[in-house]
């Protein structure tokens, strides 16, 4: 079935665009919360009235999205996170980390919009995330992992195998040399 959008629709469209979906989905969800209107000429002729609303609408939320874009590039973020010594985290920054972080200092998205390098951050150091905003505007996002050592959890030295092979040794040559030399009461036999 053909329709006109009568606002924006999260993963259908924006207001004004005539997209085809299905009649069941039309029907039922789309024209009872007055998302959509069917595809008429007179439904066409009234969308064409209200066309320079809707682009005014449209090119405000492009110049909304290009504010956004550059208070998100002047914007670096910092976590910390429990790690090991090596900077391996216990755990991962998600999506929704990041979405915690930006709601602190007043941006609000969806956890969809958030675009990390490999799907999680897992190790300390510094990252570029992708945030999308309307349209084909992207910002870059600097983000610094910081990690947490715990001392109740610090991983103890390591000694290479070698070392250990060593240790090993001398206490057992250690405990061999006195078994072999026989004890004074049997030597009286």
Known sequence: MKVILNKDVNH????????????????????????ALPYTPEVVAIFE???????????????????????????????????????????????QTIIELLAKEGFEFERKRIEIPGNAIKQTGAYKVSVKLYENAVAEVHIEV????????KEPERKPRAEKKAEAEKPAEASEAPAQEPAEGEAAN
């Open 146 to 153: 910081k990690g947490q050592v715990d001392e109740s959890k």
């Open 12 to 35: 259908l469209g924006e207001e004004g665009d005539v997209k085809i979906v299905a009649n069941g989905y039309a029907r039922n969800y789309l024209f009872p919360r007055s998302l």
């Open 49 to 95: 009235g209200r066309k320079a609303e809707i682009e005014a609408r449209k090119a405000q939320k492009r110049e909304a999205a290009k504010s956004d874009k550059e208070k998100l590039e002047a914007l670096a973020l910092s976590v910390t996170v429990p790690a090991s010594a090596g900077g391996k985290l216990y755990g991962a920054v998600s999506a």
